[in-house]
């Protein structure tokens, strides 16, 4: 082996790492509609497209550090990009939506073990002023996937196919597995604990996966139905049980003592709103874009690139705005900013253009950016270096979660409101539909055959006007949803202003401790589940 090639290697395979767990969250939304026509889907099952990724990341991404110190940071590396491209290979050949989501689920678990154990393997590897640069790199790894995912996603769907965006996964994971097989030695933390709370982990699974399931198909099946009591009631106990096992936990996933911290408090609920928010926003535009608008798929990723590119420009200004200021001032702003954005694209009408919209989404991107690393150095100073690896990836726990539930929560409030206002609207047109037809007819906005043969079905020799009756429900909804973010983003705000102050590190030595297996910090769901 030639000088210097280990090391070289080693770093392709971590950045390559951190960068293609960004991919499918990014890429995934530009191509929405196009499966939303392909698959004849509902809006509640591209839902799960995006929250399929997210559940397992989030939860799991703290025990898989862990695993990783006591069983081999490299050996994690291999089984994370094995499980990657695993569940990538599923998605790419998947024939129908729900093994294309089950694809996504099984690449969002080989995602939360393949970015700890890369973050692990780079410090291991590398010392001095060289892991400061490897670590550097790690981290616009992932900022540069996340501002140009959408571009990516909306190329690859436009000139091949949406199912590439997966083979493009399966490519990158190779590449990792061989380059970490070949040169990247392997390494432990012989003081790590082998007490891993796998049973924390699982419950949150288990809970988060009750509770969006029931959110996501409580407007289909019916909110008083036995299935979705159930599933609330199975929530409620599983969550019950998780926090009950947490407290005993030696090691636990979710450690409350962390919010008795005001500053870690204040700065993990705005990762919450700023994600929920965000991962619903980035999940509807496309959609208007594509099936409202009319831009193609590479124009949506384009015309998204203003937001996650602003974002990850302003990102390093807020660290610095933050560095004289405190944390709040940005954060504040920040949220701010986000609140008035999202007021704004909620105003959106059939008539609206990207000539409209163009400037708010600039401005929501920027927000993001401008309160995101002050976000993150407040919660993370506000505990010791020790528990640094628990903090952080408590903080991407609740990344994934104000993800999950932002598509969720914002997307059955939407298929409600849908419903209702189609059987309104075309009502109005002289025609009546049920409910159920009403749900079906907005595949019409994606030409899927299920939703042209309710509209033959129902419109007669009105299909015009029901069509444009399912387009203005359609805006009237979203619309009405994005209210929603926007005011839980301002409580953001609120609760900013009275929780965050001006503070030093809790361990004074913490800026100089070096990153071990601490767990990357989060990003907005668009802009994927972890940056640097």
């Given at each position: 082996?030639?000088?210097?090639?280990?090391?070289?290697?080693?770093?392709?395979?971590?950045?390559?790492?951190?960068?293609?767990?960004?991919?499918?969250?990014?890429?995934?939304?530009?191509?929405?509609?196009?499966?939303?026509?392909?698959?004849?889907?509902?809006?509640?099952?591209?839902?799960?497209?995006?929250?399929?990724?997210?559940?397992?990341?989030?939860?799991?991404?703290?025990?898989?550090?862990?695993?990783?110190?006591?069983?081999?940071?490299?050996?994690?590396?291999?089984?994370?990009?094995?499980?990657?491209?695993?569940?990538?290979?599923?998605?790419?050949?998947?024939?129908?939506?729900?093994?294309?989501?089950?694809?996504?689920?099984?690449?969002?678990?080989?995602?939360?073990?393949?970015?700890?154990a890369s973050m692990s393997v780079l410090t291991n590897v590398f010392t001095g002023p060289r892991r400061g640069l490897a670590i550097g790199m790690w981290g616009a790894a992932t900022e540069l996937v996340s501002g140009i995912g959408v571009v990516i996603g909306g190329v690859l769907t436009g000139e091949l196919s949406w199912r590439w965006i997966f083979g493009v996964n399966i490519l990158f994971a190779a590449l990792i597995a061989v380059l970490a097989y070949l040169w990247t030695p392997e390494s432990r933390d012989p003081g790590a604990s082998r007490r891993i709370d796998i049973a924390g982990a699982l419950l949150s699974v288990s809970a988060l996966t009750a509770l969006t399931l029931a959110l996501i198909q409580g407007p289909s099946w019916g909110w008083?139905?036995?299935?979705?009591?159930?599933?609330?009631?199975?929530?409620?106990?599983?969550?019950?049980?998780?926090?009950?096992?947490?407290?005993?936990?030696?090691?636990?996933?979710?450690?409350?003592?962390?919010?008795?911290?005001?500053?870690?408090?204040?700065?993990?609920?705005?990762?919450?709103?700023?994600?929920?928010?965000?991962?619903?926003?980035?999940?509807?535009?496309?959609?208007?874009?594509?099936?409202?608008?009319?831009?193609?798929?590479?124009?949506?990723?384009?015309?998204?690139?203003?937001?996650?590119?602003?974002?990850?420009?302003?990102?390093?200004?807020?660290?610095?705005?933050?560095?004289?200021?405190?944390?709040?001032?940005?954060?504040?702003?920040?949220?701010?900013?986000?609140?008035?954005?999202?007021?704004?694209?909620?105003?959106?009408?059939?008539?609206?253009?990207?000539?409209?919209?163009?400037?708010?989404?600039?401005?929501?991107?920027?927000?993001?950016?401008?309160?995101?690393?002050?976000?993150?150095?407040?919660?993370?100073?506000?505990?010791?270096?020790?528990?640094?690896?628990?903090?952080?990836?408590?903080?991407?726990?609740?990344?994934?979660?104000?993800?999950?539930?932002?598509?969720?929560?914002?997307?059955?409030?939407?298929?409600?409101?849908?419903?209702?206002?189609?059987?309104?609207?075309?009502?109005?047109?002289?025609?009546?539909?049920?409910?159920?037809?009403?749900?079906?007819?907005?595949?019409?906005?994606?030409?899927?055959?299920?939703?042209?043969?309710?509209?033959?079905?129902?419109?007669?020799?009105?299909?015009?006007?029901?069509?444009?009756?399912?387009?203005?429900?359609?805006?009237?909804?979203?619309?009405?949803?994005?209210?929603?973010?926007?005011?839980?983003?301002?409580?953001?705000?609120?609760?900013?202003?009275?929780?965050?102050?001006?503070?030093?590190?809790?361990?004074?030595?913490?800026?100089?401790?070096?990153?071990?297996?601490?767990?990357?910090?989060?990003?907005?769901?668009?802009?994927?589940?972890?940056?640097?």
């Open positions: 082996m030639e000088s210097g090639r280990g090391p070289n290697a080693t770093l392709v395979a971590t950045v390559a790492a951190a960068g293609i767990v960004q991919l499918p969250t990014a890429a995934i939304v530009v191509a929405l509609p196009t499966i939303h026509g392909q698959f004849d889907t509902s809006i509640a099952e591209l839902q799960w497209t995006v929250t399929a990724f997210y559940i397992p990341f989030a939860a799991l991404l703290i025990a898989a550090g862990r695993l990783a110190d006591v069983f081999g940071r490299r050996r994690l590396l291999l089984i994370g990009a094995a499980v990657f491209a695993l569940g990538s290979a599923l998605a790419f050949a998947s024939p129908n939506a729900q093994l294309l989501i089950a694809g996504i689920a099984i690449a969002g678990i080989g995602g939360a073990v393949l970015m700890p008083g139905s036995a299935a979705i009591v159930l599933l609330l009631i199975a929530s409620v106990v599983l969550f019950g049980v998780f926090v009950v096992a947490e407290r005993r936990a030696t090691e636990p996933v979710f450690n409350p003592a962390f919010f008795r911290h005001r500053n870690f408090a204040g700065a993990t609920t705005s990762i919450f709103v700023i994600d929920f928010s965000f991962g619903a926003l980035l999940f509807f535009l496309p959609l208007y874009f594509q099936e409202i608008a009319g831009y193609s798929a590479i124009e949506t990723g384009v015309l998204l690139l203003p937001l996650t590119g602003l974002m990850v420009v302003a990102s390093p200004l807020g660290g610095k705005v933050a560095a004289r200021t405190g944390p709040r001032p940005p954060i504040v702003v920040g949220l701010s900013l986000m609140a008035i954005s999202i007021f704004w694209i909620s105003t959106l009408t059939l008539s609206t253009t990207y000539a409209d919209l163009w400037l708010p989404t600039a401005i929501l991107g920027f927000g993001i950016g401008l309160a995101l690393t002050p976000m993150n150095l407040a919660a993370m100073n506000a505990v010791s270096r020790d528990h640094a690896g628990s903090a952080a990836g408590l903080l991407v726990t609740l990344s994934g979660l104000g993800a999950t539930l932002g598509v969720a929560v914002t997307g059955a409030l939407f298929n409600e409101l849908q419903a209702q206002r189609t059987v309104q609207k075309v009502d109005e047109a002289g025609i009546q539909v049920s409910r159920a037809e009403a749900q079906h007819l907005v595949g019409v906005l994606s030409g899927s055959p299920g939703g042209e043969q309710t509209l033959h079905q129902v419109a007669g020799g009105h299909a015009g006007a029901v069509e444009e009756a399912v387009r203005s429900a359609f805006v009237s909804a979203l619309g009405t949803s994005l209210e929603l973010s926007a005011f839980l983003v301002l409580v953001g705000v609120g609760l900013a202003l009275v929780l965050l102050r001006r503070s030093e590190p809790a361990d004074a030595a913490a800026s100089d401790h070096p990153v071990g297996s601490a767990t990357p910090r989060p990003a907005p769901l668009g802009a994927g589940p972890a940056a640097s």
